[in-house]
């Protein structure tokens, strides 16, 4: 039943965002492979998540004020932020694993959930961040089976949302504005959030940070590489089908509408996502080991912003190997991942500190 969503192509908008989703031979295939066909007698499977507990009040509560946040900055500037304490959720788990809630804010309004998955047994394990699409949201870290996929071979994985994601949307703004029409934004502000959340976890102590990774999709891909090019604590980078080349992917990929593209042609909204590029990032990553994965043919992210980030990525340092992995199609990458696979690569990496060649 699930396979056969894999055929199934669909656009739809989803009010009042006036979001226009990617196709959904791509994304069913991602969803299939992170939750559903890493353990297939276990699909329906699905516990009692600590999301439903009231998170507790910080310990030390502080009014949030912030000055003008610059986007076009990759660095957080620490004068921009004055964070709450955490609020720690509900935790939760089973006999392999560990699962925290943990509500972080340094906006106003704008609280950042994520959960945080430790492998039992493992004394300050390795950590992987995993920042999916923004029309995606944290359900997949509630799935027993995906959060022991995420923990195997003693690694702890970290979800949470971007900017403008569905659920981070703020009251207060206009009804019209979405991930991409506020670009600028949703790419600086999320690469903050990456920082932030890393600054969080190295105040845990039961991590560890000398060995931390991220993992990326589709815009959430975008983010990664911008992230670790301006942060040397994330070591390996891993991403699928990743935004980027603004001026070409703005003009043909699906995730935008026609009625809106024009409007993202143009010379001033270019200028103002041009420090936000990509394909000018992919060679100052500063993260050890590096992977693009492609899905040729996927409408989201056209032929030709995929072979220019290609091209930008295609070195090797002393300090920094990179791999290309193109898949055929969606069947093709869900034949090559599935079982967990996915995520192997990045595990590997941050483990011996060089990137597998597979």
């Known amino acids: 039943m699930y396979v056969c969503l894999i055929y199934f192509q669909v656009k739809h908008e989803v ?3 006036n979001l226009v989703l990617h196709n959904f031979v791509l994304r069913a295939a991602i969803v299939l492979i992170s939750t559903f066909l890493l353990f297939p007698e276990t699909r329906a499977q699905q516990l009692p998540t600590p999301a439903t507990a009231a998170l507790s009040t910080p310990a030390t509560p502080a009014r949030v004020t912030v000055t003008r946040e610059d986007w076009t900055r990759l660095e957080s500037d620490p004068t921009n932020f004055a964070p709450l304490s955490p609020a720690v959720g509900g935790e939760d788990g089973n006999d392999k694993f560990n699962r925290e809630l943990v509500q972080l804010q340094w906006r106003v309004g704008d609280p950042v959930e994520l959960y945080v998955v430790r492998p039992k047994g493992v004394a300050n394990p390795p950590v992987v961040l995993y920042l999916y699409g923004y029309q995606e949201n944290l359900d997949r870290f509630k799935n027993d089976r995906f959060c022991e996929s995420l923990v195997a ?8 949302e971007s900017a403008l994601a569905i659920d981070r949307f703020r009251s207060g703004r206009p009804m019209t504005d979405w991930f991409v029409s506020e670009l600028q934004e949703s790419l600086g502000a999320s690469v903050h959030d990456v920082q932030l ?20 999709v589709g815009s959430g891909g975008a983010i990664a590489i911008l992230a670790a090019a301006i942060d040397p604590r994330l070591k390996a980078v891993d991403t699928l089908n990743p935004w980027g080349d603004w001026s070409d992917w703005l003009a043909r990929s699906s995730a935008i509408p026609e009625a809106e593209r024009q409007a993202y042609l143009k010379p001033e909204f270019l200028d103002k996502v041009k420090p936000l590029e990509p394909v000018t990032w992919l060679p100052k990553v500063k993260a050890s080991a590096l992977r693009l994965q492609f899905v040729t043919g ?12 290609e091209a930008a990525a295609a070195y090797d340092s002393a ?6 992995t193109r898949y055929k199609d969606a069947q093709d990458l869900i034949q090559q991942t599935d ?17 597998s060649r597979r």
């Open 339 to 355: 079982q967990g696979k996915l995520f192997d690569w990045i595990k590997e990496s941050l483990r011996s500190g060089a990137p």
């Open 153 to 160: 071979g003693g690694f702890a994985a970290v979800g949470f």
């Open 197 to 216: 959340v890393l600054d969080y976890l190295q105040t845990r102590k039961d991590l560890d940070l000398n060995h931390t990774g991220i993992f990326g």
């Open 298 to 309: 996927s409408p989201s992210v056209p032929e030709l912003a995929m072979q220019h980030m």
């Open 15 to 17: 009010k009042p965002y």
């Open 319 to 324: 300090t920094l190997h990179h791999t290309v």
